[in-house]
C-alpha cells in the first residue's frame, strides 16, 4: 500500500506560481510512474502531468507544457509540480496518483492505469 499526501494549493493570482508537493509513504520502495491530474468543477478529472522515479522521464498535457514542471525528490519520497504562469482555467482540486511499474521508461497519462490516490488539493487562479 501506499498513501499519498498532497499540499501547496491555495488561492492565487492570474500569472502567479504555486508548488504542489505530494507525499509518499508505505510501500515506496521500487519504481513508480507518479502523475499528477487535475479536476474542474463539473469536469472530468484530467491528466496534467506524470514523471518515472526510476528513468526520470516526464510527461505533459499540451495545456501546461511550457508552465508547469514536475520533479522527485528521492530522499523524501515527494513529487513537486511547480505551476507557472497560473491561468484561471487551471482553477480545480489537484490530485496526485501512483502506479508501480517494472519499466524506467512506463508514463501513464490515464487516471485509469493509477491505483493509488491522494485526497487532492484546491488551486484557485483569480483573474
Known amino acids: 500500500q501506499v498513501q499519498l499526501v498532497e499540499s501547496g494549493g491555495g488561492l492565487v493570482q492570474a500569472g502567479g506560481s504555486l508548488r504542489l508537493s505530494c507525499a509518499a509513504s508505505?510501500?515506496?520502495?521500487?519504481?513508480?510512474?507518479m502523475g499528477w491530474f487535475r479536476q474542474a468543477h463539473g469536469k472530468e478529472r484530467e491528466f496534467v502531468a506524470a514523471?518515472?522515479?526510476?528513468?526520470?522521464?516526464?510527461y505533459y498535457a499540451d495545456s501546461v507544457k511550457g508552465r508547469f514542471t514536475i520533479s522527485t525528490d528521492y530522499a523524501k519520497n515527494t513529487v513537486y509540480l511547480q505551476m507557472n504562469s497560473l491561468k484561471p482555467e487551471d482553477t480545480a482540486v489537484y490530485y496526485c496518483?501512483?502506479?508501480?511499474?517494472?519499466?524506467?521508461?512506463?508514463?501513464?497519462?490515464?487516471?485509469?492505469?493509477?491505483?493509488?490516490w491522494g485526497q487532492g488539493t484546491q488551486v484557485t487562479v483569480s483573474s
Open positions: 496518483a501512483a502506479k508501480p511499474t517494472i519499466s524506467a521508461q512506463a508514463i501513464y497519462d490515464t487516471a485509469a492505469q493509477y491505483g493509488y
Open positions: 508505505g510501500r515506496t520502495y521500487g519504481t513508480y510512474v
Open positions: 514523471i518515472n522515479t526510476s528513468g526520470g522521464n516526464t
